[in-house]
């Protein structure tokens, strides 16, 4: 009978430890989340408001040029610098750049009619929901991919670089069917990652450190798999 009591208690304790681990897990995931869809949030409504205020004036502008590469830097600064920086400090530096992103982005509301940029970005918004429930819920070790979509991420970057100057319809289309294949990729294997990054033992400021970076990782996911989606089935101006 005592036996009994005793594996009881330590089953109970053990259970309860398991609760909490979950609970810890599913805060921070939800974090995460939160301050991701906020980044896209912020993004979208910079991106509206800069086109209605400024027109084309900016598109033609030089000025563009800077916020087209300050996200650059700051994405580059914030990767870099992530273990230095304080969590508030590394959070307002997030928004900084979904913001500079959103002036960038406006760029699209001149390219594309206002329904299909709608229509693609629900179409986007479902199919990350969808993959990024497949990476955290999938017992199957994602962290082979790794590698592999890497390598697809700087062959899309090189051929994008390339066909700025070569102007080919034909290869447009490949590199954005092969950008939705690599960032749908990296949805699941980034929210697998991220899932693997918590520590139920982590301080705060580590802990906000993680949301931060992770945050990001999915917020460029996103914007990413959209942009390539926008190319292949948005309706031009």
Known sequence: ????DQNAAT???????????DAGLRSYMLRIYNYMVAGVGLTAVVAWLTYQLTGPALLQSPLMWVFILAPLGLVFFISTRINTLSATTARGLFFLYAALVGVSLSILFHIYTNSSITRVFFIAAATFGALSIFGYTTRRDLSGLGTFLFMGLIGVIIASVVNFFL???GLDWLISVVGVGVFAGLTAYDTQRIKTMYDSTDDETTAGRKSVIAALSLYLDFINLFMMMLRLAGGRR
Do not use: E, K, T, W
Request: hydrophobic share 40%; net charge positive; glycine share 16%.
């Open 1 to 4: 009978m005592s036996n009994f």
């Open 167 to 169: 102007r080919s319809s």
């Open 11 to 21: 089953s109970s304790a053990i259970g309860r430890g398991g609760l909490a681990v």
